[in-house]
C-alpha cells in the first residue's frame, strides 16, 4: 500500500480572490480602449485599430488618440498621440509619442492601421 500525502483544497477565500484579482486585470486592459466609428483589437502592447471610411472615426487605445483624418489609394493620413502622420501601406513604422504606426490595409470602407508601444520610449 503506498501512502500519498493528502491535497488540501486552496481555501474558497484564495480562490474567490484569485478570481477577483483576474477579473480586475481583465477590465483594466478592456477599460483602455473605446473607439468611434471603429473597432479595436488590442493586447498589452500593440492595438490594431480597424476605421470606418466616410464617418468620423477615432479611438482611444494604450492611453491615446488615434483618428482617421483622410484616406486616398494606399495612402492614410492618421492623427496619433496628438502627431499627424501620413503613411502609406506597407511602410516601415513610424514613431508618433513613443508609439510605432503603421498601414496593414485600405478598402473603400475600411482602413487598419497598428498602433505599438516602441520599446526605446
Do not use: H
Amino acid at each position: 500500500m503506498t501512502n500519498r500525502p493528502a491535497t488540501i483544497p486552496l481555501p474558497p477565500v484564495r480562490r474567490v480572490a484569485g478570481l477577483v484579482a483576474a477579473a480586475a486585470l481583465g477590465l483594466a486592459v478592456l477599460a483602455g480602449c473605446s473607439s468611434q466609428g471603429a473597432s479595436t483589437d488590442c493586447g498589452l502592447d500593440a492595438c490594431t485599430v480597424t476605421f470606418e471610411r466616410g464617418v468620423e472615426a477615432s479611438a482611444t487605445i494604450l492611453g491615446v488618440e488615434a483618428k482617421l483624418v483622410g484616406a486616398e489609394g494606399d495612402q492614410v493620413t492618421v492623427e496619433v498621440a496628438g502627431e499627424q502622420l501620413t503613411l502609406t501601406t506597407g511602410q516601415q513604422a513610424t514613431e508618433a509619442g513613443g508609439f510605432a504606426v503603421t498601414v496593414d490595409s485600405v478598402t473603400d470602407q475600411q482602413v487598419k492601421i497598428r498602433v505599438s508601444r516602441n520599446p526605446g520610449s
